[in-house]
């Protein structure tokens, strides 16, 4: 089992950038298919990107899909998503999640840590 705590959401203008952070414990990153979601206030949790537990395959939400990075860091046992050219939609509660498969649904990731509100103001 894999614990997982988010950091590095907070505040910032339209244009800015942003990295969060999402910490591993118990097990290595590299074991898992990892992804990023994110919720805005009354919508649905959404798919933002995946990174595969080998780490050679990425994918992107078309919504962001040229200013998010998503990469790992084994040493630090570590996953970040880089977030440029910020929008104020992108505006919302950062998730990073683990699981078995490589997918974008949820429902397909069975560990998810607390989130991380990011802020974009226009």
């Known amino acids: 089992q894999v614990q997982l705590v988010e950091s590095g959401g907070g505040l910032v203008q339209a244009g800015g950038s942003l990295r969060v952070s999402c910490v591993a414990s118990?097990?290595?990153?590299?074991?898992?298919?990892m992804a990023w979601f994110r919720q805005a206030p009354g919508k649905e949790r959404e798919f933002v990107a995946r990174?595969?537990?080998?780490?050679?395959?990425?994918s992107y939400a078309d919504s962001v899909k040229g200013r998010f990075t998503i990469s790992r860091d084994n040493t630090e046992n570590t996953l970040y998503l880089q977030m440029s050219n910020l929008k104020p939609e992108d505006t919302a509660v950062y998730y990073c999640?683990?699981?078995?498969?490589?997918?974008?649904?949820?429902?397909?990731?069975?560990?998810w840590g607390q989130g991380t509100q990011v802020t974009v103001s226009s």
């Open positions: 118990g097990r290595t990153l590299s074991t898992y298919n």
């Open positions: 990174l595969s537990a080998s780490g050679v395959r990425t």
């Open positions: 999640a683990a699981g078995s498969v490589f997918a974008i649904g949820l429902q397909y990731y069975r560990y």
